[in-house]
């Protein structure tokens, strides 16, 4: 998974240039809101798994991209995106309710950078309001924070992520667009502990943003 990573990062950082330097049709992005992960799964290798309910945290990110086509209805672009989601509650499975007199599991939360090579299909039929679909791929830094025992560890991993997304677009002038999207986001099982722990967790986000045209 490291490896992939490593390969990941490098095709990623090889494509900007390309898009920031060879394209007509380049454009910035920045959007924020709101990002809810969904309920996940623990494991801890020797003492069993729990549930996981998080909390409602942020999101923002920015992108380089540019417009395919004479139309323009097609978009490629390289985003950096992070959110942080701090767990709720914690409903025990099979954990032992406490392990030397001290909690198993009192807090964790988890911050998450991901780097997302996107694409975009537009969909305009000649006014100022247009909507898209949207889906990406990449990788995803994961640093989490968990106190076991009364003990804080900080941990973190890189994992493989990819997101699909829905959205609708307004132009205010022709080169300003402001939108919003719904945006599905997964990522492979993240390790910490030293890899005795494994937590799996998607994410949903809504966002508001602004594209501007170069």
């Not at 330097?21 to 454009?27: L, Q």
């Not at 309710?97 to 305009?124: H, K, P, R, W």
Request: charged fraction near 20%; charge should be negative.
């Amino acid at each position: 998974m490291k490896k992939f990573a490593v390969c990941a990062a490098i095709c990623f950082f090889l494509v900007l240039p390309t898009i920031s330097f060879g394209a007509s049709g380049m454009y910035g992005s920045f959007n924020a809101g709101l990002a809810k992960s969904a309920d996940g799964n623990m494991t801890i290798s020797g003492l069993g798994s729990a549930e996981l309910e998080y909390d409602t945290s942020f999101t923002v990110g920015g992108a380089i991209g540019y417009r395919l086509g004479e139309s323009g209805d097609y978009r490629v672009e390289g985003e950096v995106a992070y959110q942080n989601n701090e767990v709720d509650r914690v409903e025990s499975n099979s954990l032992p309710v406490d392990l030397g007199g001290g909690v198993i599991l009192s807090s964790m939360e988890a911050s998450m950078l991901t780097f997302l090579l996107n694409g975009y299909i537009d969909f305009n039929y000649g006014s100022a309001f247009s909507w898209f679909f949207t889906g990406g791929f990449g990788f995803a830094r994961i640093d989490s924070e968990m106190t076991v025992d009364g003990v804080t560890n900080d941990e973190d991993d890189t994992v493989f992520a990819y997101q699909l997304g829905v959205g609708a677009g307004y132009a205010v002038t022709e080169t300003v667009t402001l939108d919003c999207k719904y945006r599905y986001l997964s990522t492979e099982d993240f390790n910490i502990e030293g890899g005795d722990v494994e937590v799996a967790s998607p994410s949903h986000s809504i966002t508001a943003g602004i594209r501007v045209a170069f």
